[in-house]
């Protein structure tokens, strides 16, 4: 389990001082925006000012809140582009970002900024889009992360570790906004077997 390096100005930890950059990343179903929610409600619980995003592409739940699959939550700010944040970020100590992987390229420059100046972020997002490949900017975001996080799913056909999200659907649109019946973690074994079939 990921545990802070540093919490509140009061702690000598091995970041004083400075910002620094931790990414969560994952196939669906993977736990990655429960994971973000306990890591900042643990800043909030050390009296820390936090500020929450998210791309104003997932709509999926209620408009103004980071939810996640088994339906924590926690209050966060739609935003259309990733400059957005720097302007809204404001005097806050750490800053979430959730469903990184929708935000444009320019999500890098931000957070490396907002980190310059002092701040942790803290960055959820898909490793992977349901065909495989690295998705928008968290590629980069992972190599300029302190600290990286890969949380896995089970494989729904196995049990194995999944690290894919098979899309259930022939929708070729490569924002399709994640339902439990709409997509399925699958194992490599398994995913290669379900694209064989495909074809
Ligand atoms: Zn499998």
């Not at 429960?34 to 619980?45: F, H, Q, S, T, Y």
Request: proline fraction near 5%.
């Amino acid at each position: 389990m990921f545990v802070e390096p540093n919490l509140g100005s009061k702690n000598k930890g091995p970041l004083q001082n400075t910002g620094w950059v931790e990414v969560i990343t994952g196939a669906m179903f993977s736990g990655k925006t429960e994971e973000l929610i306990r890591r900042l409600n643990r800043a909030i619980i050390a009296r820390q000012k936090v500020e929450i995003f998210k791309p104003v592409i997932d709509k999926r739940y209620h408009d103004a809140y980071v939810v996640s699959h088994n339906e924590t939550q926690i209050r966060s700010t739609p935003v259309n582009f990733s400059q957005d944040i720097l302007l809204l970020a404001g005097n806050s100590d750490v800053v979430g970002i959730d469903e990184a992987q929708f935000f444009d390229h320019h999500l890098t420059e931000v957070v490396t900024k907002l980190a310059d100046q002092g701040k942790r972020l803290i960055i959820a997002g898909l490793d992977m889009d349901y065909l495989g490949k690295p998705f928008g900017p968290m590629p980069a975001l992972m190599a300029i992360a302190e600290f990286v996080t890969k949380v896995h799913p089970i494989c729904i056909r196995c049990g194995a570790i999944a690290v894919y999200s098979h899309r259930l659907t022939k929708d070729k649109d490569t924002v399709v906004v994640g339902e439990k019946d709409v997509y399925e973690p699958l194992c490599r074994t398994c995913y290669n077997d379900s694209e064989k079939h495909s074809k």
